[in-house]
């Protein structure tokens, strides 16, 4: 496939391959991620997964110097909800940039519903002792907080978005795929 500007990409199995002005880019393919996601966690929406990691890894991971958490609440939780939701979601795609803006000014994670919608943002990810005792630290700050967050909250998904580019899915406390551009 070749667009307008002679971006060229190669789809090939579970990846695509982009050469983009005399530089070589792989990508893996989001379905690949997405069926990893699936096999670890029962009755899954699959759709909203699909947009869900389509958004973390094409949207905002190529923002440079842009981090994020998106965690993804499977049921509803009353807990966790917002009496004053921001009634934007993540499956509307004319809103993506602006989602994207968002999440590059606002520190914290960002609560989404089970239908995608974004909940609350700037939220900061408390854990249990528990989880800290029994999971080491791993990576930075961001990742250690939505691994030990995701262990303690089974009913969620964590999607870690790293200022350098790739994109973490942890469930129940472990890493269950990973997003990564290669060059």
Not at 29 to 54: G, M, P, Y
Not at 102 to 122: E, N, R
Request: hydrophobic content about 40%; charged content about 20%; overall charge neutral.
């Amino acid at each position: 496939q070749r667009n307008a500007s002679g971006v060229t990409k190669l789809f090939q199995g579970n990846s695509i391959t982009i050469h983009d002005n005399r530089r070589w880019l792989t990508k893996p393919n989001i379905k690949t991620a997405a069926w990893k996601v699936s096999q670890c966690v029962a009755n899954i929406d699959k759709f909203i997964l699909n947009r869900i990691l389509e958004f973390a890894f094409h949207l905002v991971s190529p923002l440079n110097h842009v981090g994020a958490i998106l965690v993804w609440f499977l049921k509803p939780s009353p807990e966790y909800s917002d009496p004053n939701p921001l009634n934007f979601s993540i499956l509307d795609e004319p809103l993506s940039k602006m989602i994207c803006h968002l999440l590059s000014q606002v520190d914290g994670a960002t609560y989404l519903s089970p239908a995608g919608d974004i909940i609350k943002t700037g939220v900061q990810l408390k854990y249990s002792d528990l989880s800290k005792k029994i999971i080491p630290e791993y990576k930075g700050t961001r990742h250690t907080s939505s691994l030990r967050f995701s262990y303690d909250h089974e009913e969620v998904i964590v999607i870690t978005i790293s200022e350098d580019g790739p994109v973490t899915v942890f469930s129940s406390g472990a890493n269950i795929a990973d997003l990564q551009i290669y060059t």
